[in-house]
């Protein structure tokens, strides 16, 4: 795993961003096309807004999957990741050559995890940008997480920490508001992707960074077998990097 450390969030966001643009590019070089997925919450606003800005990219070659959506949430709510993509990558960035988006509300959830999985396995990752939960968490893969299971998407338990960072980030008007379940991205299908770019900011991540970095590769801290992979980046800042 590579590791770069900068001062700011809005330098590592910048540098991150900078890395995404080459990788995405390189896999356009290589067969004309690139699939990408993306991670959502207030530790990628920044890096997306570099990412976006870019001139560099032909966007049009590019499709786009998303790692998670809270189950029962509708598209338009406040802390629907489908919102928040739409509104900071998709309505900026123009056409996609495709979207494809986790249907949260859909009546049964393990129905469109079957769904959105068949069209995943049609479509090998080149790059996915991704962060870390203050609780170790990759996706909604709260600890201990599922190591094991190759189903792109699963449906998971929102454990009490990953739902208080929500809270905290100002997602939610009250912690009985954030829902307690969700359809994630597996561990596995995570780490298929060719590419890995992990964007993680902030003090409040630096238990979490610590424990991923420096413990045991564990599903009590999610993101430890991100040190498996055998082409992933890490980009922090001062803050998340304090207790390296």
């Given amino acids: 795993m590579e590791k770069f ?3 700011t969030s809005g330098e590592t966001a910048s540098a991150a961003a900078g890395r995404a643009v080459d990788a995405i590019n390189n896999a356009v070089a290589a067969k004309g096309r690139a699939n990408i997925i993306l991670a959502t919450g207030t530790s990628q606003v920044e890096m997306l807004g570099c990412l976006t800005s870019s001139k560099a990219v032909d966007f049009s070659k590019v499709t786009m999957f998303h790692l998670d959506e809270y189950i029962g949430l509708g598209a338009d709510h406040g802390a629907s990741f489908r919102k928040y993509l739409r509104e900071r990558f998709v309505d900026k960035v123009g056409p996609l050559k495709a979207t494809y988006f986790v249907d949260g509300d859909f009546a049964d959830p393990q129905q469109e995890c079957r769904r959105i999985s068949g069209i995943i396995a049609e479509h090998p990752i080149d790059v996915a940008l991704i ?3 203050e609780n170790g968490h990759l996706a909604f893969n709260d600890p201990p997480a599922d190591f094991e299971t190759e189903e792109p998407y699963i449906v998971v338990e929102l ?3 990953c739902r208080r960072q929500q ?3 100002g997602w939610f008007a009250s912690f009985e508001d954030v829902p307690t379940k969700a359809i994630s991205m597996s561990i596995r299908q995570i780490l298929k992707s060719n590419r890995l770019i992990v964007t993680v900011p902030d003090e409040r991540k630096a238990r979490a960074v610590k424990d991923a970095l420096q413990g045991p590769v564990t599903p ?3 993101a430890s077998i991100l040190r498996q992979h055998g082409n992933c980046s890490i980009f922090l800042d001062s803050g998340s990097a304090s207790l390296l």
């Fill in 5 to 7: 450390i900068y001062k």
């Fill in 131 to 133: 962060g870390i939960g």
């Fill in 159 to 161: 454990d009490e920490k």
């Fill in 167 to 169: 809270l905290g980030e």
């Fill in 220 to 222: 009590m801290c999610p």
